[in-house]
């Protein structure tokens, strides 16, 4: 079992920034990656950026070039900092985690961090 842990959300205007973490615990050692997906009002879940075991990353293309995840392993968090935020990246941040076991994989969610980005 992986348990995750949000925080950071909050209002902020337009052209701000805002970092998010997330905080695993439990059988951390078998994830294979870690993502932020977030889900707007109406809105289906949508992958907003990975990070692997190996460090490296991947960013849907509307957020390229204004959010960065990284992951502290000493700390067992992950990170997005998110900046020059646009009123369209309004919604609820889960994190996730990917983890293998045996070649099976399992994901696991976080309960979400709300994130207003007034115009």
């Known amino acids: 079992q992986v348990q995750l842990v949000e925080s950071g959300g909050g209002l902020v205007q337009a052209g701000g920034s805002l970092k998010l973490s997330c905080a695993a615990s439990?059988?951390?050692?078998?994830?294979?990656?870690m993502d932020w997906y977030r889900q707007a009002p109406g809105n289906q879940r949508e992958l907003v950026a990975t990070?692997?075991?190996?460090?490296?990353?991947n960013y849907a293309d509307s957020v390229k070039g204004r959010f960065t995840i990284s992951r502290d392993n000493a700390k067992n968090t992950v990170y997005l900092q998110m900046n020059s935020l646009k009123p369209e990246d309004t919604g609820v941040y889960y994190c996730?985690?990917?983890?293998?076991?045996?070649?099976?994989?399992?994901?696991?969610w976080g309960q979400g961090t709300l994130v207003t980005v007034s115009s």
């Open positions: 990070i692997t075991s190996g460090y490296s990353t």
């Open positions: 996730s985690a990917d983890q293998v076991v045996l070649s099976t994989h399992r994901r696991f």
């Open positions: 439990g059988s951390i050692f078998r994830i294979n990656a």
